[in-house]
């Protein structure tokens, strides 16, 4: 990873921010994307002892906001002219049911349309490090295996009837392996691939704004099953580094290792749709 560039999401906390951690260790330089400042300022320190390869830069935004998801797009692009990894890791789930400004429901918003948003705008960048010989560029996505009990409905992907936290995080979590699908499709021989992942179930705080009996179920989970945070960050390392996986686009991986998503992960029908609305509602990537 010597003198590589990684852009990390979510980077502020969680395996987000051990990956980035990891990644620095190896060579890489990183930029990290968190909303807090407070976090992000303590994550750059924590990362700039682990690294070798320049120093750590920040951007923040709120990344449920669609303005700001381009705006930190931007604000990347310009000062990175290559990017060789972009990791999207940053998401949340949310009880009771909230909007957006751009009256998105915040689940769909944060976990989906802000990897959609930046893999796009950030796509030139990726580009440009891959054209380079004997190189290659890579978006990684961090999704969950909450995704097999999940189906969209692209009737109401804003969850206005029926709404519960954790089955909104499954469909996002479904959104993500059927994007990076549609993406690997249009990307593919450019040297640029993409690919998605299971971290395992984590010990993160990703179900900090799940309130209720929600909030029990899910603490309750984390305590009796909940992996280290160090191992949920070994899959997305290792797709960010591993020569085995240069070249391979499209696929859905488990503890280091292609696994098979859901039936509906697999519905090349749906993530087209998913594309096409995500297009609507975000304006990029038409």
């Known amino acids: ?34 909303r807090d400042r407070t976090r992000g300022e303590l994550s ?25 998801m381009k705006r930190v797009a931007a604000g990347i692009a310009a000062a990175e002219p290559r990017i ?16 957006t400004v751009d009256g998105i429901e915040k689940t769909f918003a944060l976990n989906h349309l802000s990897y959609f948003v930046l893999s796009n705008l950030l796509l030139p960048n990726l580009r440009a490090a891959a054209s380079r010989p004997n190189s290659g ?10 995704h097999r009990r999940a189906t969209l409905d692209f009737d109401d992907l804003m969850f206005e009837t029926d709404y519960n936290g954790l ?5 996002s979590k479904l959104a993500n392996i059927l994007f990076t699908r549609e993406l690997a499709r249009r990307i593919e021989g450019t040297g640029v691939t993409a690919n998605v992942l299971h971290p395992g179930f984590v010990n993160t705080r990703i179900g900090d704004n799940v309130g209720g009996i929600s909030s029990f179920i899910f603490n309750l989970l984390k305590f009796l099953w909940a992996r280290p945070i160090s191992r949920g960050a070994e899959t997305p390392v290792y797709l ?5 996986v ?5 696929q859905y991986f488990s503890d280091c290792q292609i696994a098979r998503p859901s039936r509906a992960a697999e519905d090349d029908a749906a993530a087209r ?11 990029v990537g038409g």
């Open 84 to 99: 060789d990894v972009l990791i999207n890791c940053a998401g949340a789930a949310f009880q009771p049911r909230a909007v």
């Open 167 to 171: 089955a909104a995080y499954g469909k």
């Open 44 to 68: 750059v320190k924590i990362v700039d002892k682990r690294t070798t390869g320049g120093r750590t830069s920040i951007h923040y935004g709120d990344l449920s906001a669609i303005a700001e």
């Open 246 to 250: 240069a070249g391979i686009s499209g």
């Open 273 to 283: 749709r998913l594309w096409e609305e995500s297009v609507r509602f975000t304006g």
């Open 137 to 146: 560029a890579r978006i990684i996505s961090v999704a969950s295996e909450a």
């Open 1 to 34: 990873m010597n003198g590589k560039v990684c852009v990390v999401t979510g980077a502020t906390s969680g395996i987000g921010l051990m990956t980035a951690q990891a990644l620095a260790a190896m060579g890489a330089r990183l930029v990290l994307v968190g």
């Open 240 to 244: 960010a580094s591993s020569p085995d």
